[in-house]
């Protein structure tokens, strides 16, 4: 063993999956330098909201899931962080690795940085300045109590500046989920998934849609599913259904809007076959408006902010918040034949993961 340090990796929701996957890759390579220890919150426990994605992602079972499920922010953040003290108390990590903005991110880094053990955040630094939102939170929280901030974009260094934070501890690496979307895509590509949903490619759009801030209020959810309505007129919209966004669809009736695909959620290949084959994806997910930059896919993001402007600036990316009718607009620009078109950002090229294990071992 010797002087091998110990790291351990906290997930818990989805999007944390894709993310955690080139970092355990990398370490991986280096078994004599690092032990590694992948920890799952079990904020996200459905199989098709989970396990399928270490699956596909060939991530390492996680060694330990704290089984914390779902609750009040308080509640689930509060769970996690009891039960990860336990954790490091036992494990003695010399290094936590937090990703992107969910509950479990601010909870394990929270407990580790009390602890004195030191704490790495990937996708550090983005802002949406919008403090209603629970990401945005957790998103300020962590950076501010992070000892190394793994930044995807330069907004995101300048951010962090602004806020106080000493540059040594800020390292622009690039997109960590460009990692495995590179790493996956033609994997992806070989599956057959439109023709089990009576698709063709380039001739549908996808919806992906769950933020607490749409879904959850009556009117804004009742605006986004109006515009749907008259855009499925011209092209079929599939809809792979968040947990969170069933309950409330099932709550405000709108459960069988005509032209509107409802799917479950798919797994990481599925979706990204599915991603790479329309013609735009409506969404207000925060790594769709990247991954979708990173494929030249035009995205309609139905929030009126973004902590993610690179997608605005050079990428695809277009907010349309849940407006119906600037909706209805930019997508008919779009089946017109006039979407937009971008660029890739600097570092969103496959190898931030590779960044990220190099600056932890120096
Ligand atoms: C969380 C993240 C959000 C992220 C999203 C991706 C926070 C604050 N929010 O939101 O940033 O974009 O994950 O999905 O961390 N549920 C299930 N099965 C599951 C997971 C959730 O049924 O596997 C249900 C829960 O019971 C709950 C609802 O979905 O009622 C919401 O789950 P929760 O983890 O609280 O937040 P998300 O909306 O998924």
Redesign the pocket.
């Known amino acids: 063993m010797g002087n091998k340090r110990k790291i351990i990796s906290v997930v818990g ?3 944390n999956f894709m993310k955690v996957a080139p970092i355990s890759r990398e370490l991986g390579k280096y078994p004599d330098r690092y032990q590694q220890l992948i920890v799952h919150t079990g ?4 199989e098709n ?2 396990k399928v994605f270490f699956d596909q992602l060939d991530i390492p079972m996680p060694n330990i899931n704290l089984g914390v499920g ?1 609750g009040k922010h308080g509640e ?1 953040t509060g769970k996690i962080m009891i039960e990860f003290e336990k954790i490091c108390l036992e494990e003695k990590p010399d290094l936590v690795l937090v990703y992107g ?3 479990s991110t601010i909870a394990a880094a929270l407990v580790s940085v009390k602890l004195g053990i030191r704490v790495a955040h990937v996708e550090a630094g983005l802002r949406s300045f919008d403090r209603s939102m ?2 945005e939170i ?1 998103r300020v929280l962590t950076d501010a109590i992070s000892d190394y901030l793994f930044t995807p974009s330069p907004d995101g260094d300048e951010n962090l500046i602004k806020e106080g934070v000493s540059k040594e501890k800020i390292y622009m690496v690039g997109n960590i989920m460009v990692d495995s979307l590179l790493f996956n895509k033609e994997k992806a590509a070989q599956l057959d998934v439109l023709s089990s949903l009576g698709l063709s490619a380039k001739k549908y759009a996808v919806l992906t849609l ?1 933020r ?1 801030g749409n879904v959850d209020n009556e009117e804004n959810i009742k605006n986004i599913f109006a515009a749907l309505e008259v855009i499925s007129e011209r092209i079929p919209i599939v809809f792979p259904v ?3 966004t069933e ?1 409330m669809m099932r709550k405000f009736k709108l459960n069988q809007t005509k032209g509107i695909k409802l799917i479950s959620p798919l797994s990481y290949l599925e979706f990204l076959n599915l991603m790479m084959n329309c013609q735009f994806m409506l969404t207000d ?2 790594g769709i408006q990247e991954e979708t930059t990173v494929l030249d896919i035009p995205c309609l993001t139905l929030r009126d902010t973004t902590e993610r402007p690179i997608t605005l600036s050079h990428g695809t990316n277009i907010l349309v918040a849940n407006d119906t009718d600037k909706i209805i607009k930019e997508a008919e620009k779009i089946l017109d034949g006039n979407g937009k078109k971008g660029k890739h950002p600097d570092l969103w090229d496959g190898q931030t993961a590779q960044r990220i294990v190099e600056i932890l071992t120096k």
Do not use: L
């Not at 904020?43 to 459905?46: E, L, W």
């Open positions: 929701a989805r999007p904020q996200h426990y459905d909201m989970s779902a689930q903005d969910v509950n629970p990401e957790n769950h607490p968040h947990p969170r309950k997910s925060g």
